[in-house]
């Protein structure tokens, strides 16, 4: 499969059979993320690919976040319970789960507030772009995958579950998995072509 197939073909699979995905795989798979393009070449990135030890306790400490959140915004009770199950299984039964972090590691410190957010806005196009690399190096090597975005809402409580030294700030997870069959991804419209503005 060559890249603009890939990036064509490529959907975002939710339906995942319970086969287990080798770890030496999902190590290939994820290598990927580190080629991607960062600011003044930086890395300011760290992956980790979760085994199922501490998902649990992962998945508890995310949803007590969430919970206070959504408790917070006044959503009914049986809502929030419906949408923390499914985040535990999402998280507890991924068959393999990675999650992409940031770190300041190499940035600039620059002595302004505005500067200062900007250089963390070009790490997280950088993560953005080491997750579709990762996406894409799943698709062309036969898994489906899907982004989770919860963990940039709750960093804490991951850094917490997880131990994770204190500058590590998660971003995402990526669920990979091998698609259940007859799994079909939701439709796609065509792409809006008013966003490509081309000017001669
Ligand atoms: C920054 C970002 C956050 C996302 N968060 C979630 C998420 O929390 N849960 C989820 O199921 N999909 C999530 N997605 C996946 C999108 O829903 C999906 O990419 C979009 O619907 C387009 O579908 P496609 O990936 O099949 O093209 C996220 C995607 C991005 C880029």
Redesign the pocket.
Known sequence: MDAIEAIAS???L?QLSGRAVPDELVERVVANALLAPAPHHTKPWRYGILGPERRHLLATRMGDAWRADLERDGQPAPLIERLLRKSRRQIVAAPALVLACLTHEGLRDWPDERRARHEWAMAQQSV?AGMQNLMLAAHAMGLAS?????PLFAPDAVRAALELPPEFVAQ?FVVLGYASSGAT??P?AAPDASALVVRR
Not at 146 to 150: D, E, L, P, V
């Open positions: 490529r959907r975002s939710r953005g899907y982004w989770i975005s919860a995402a991804p939701k796609r």
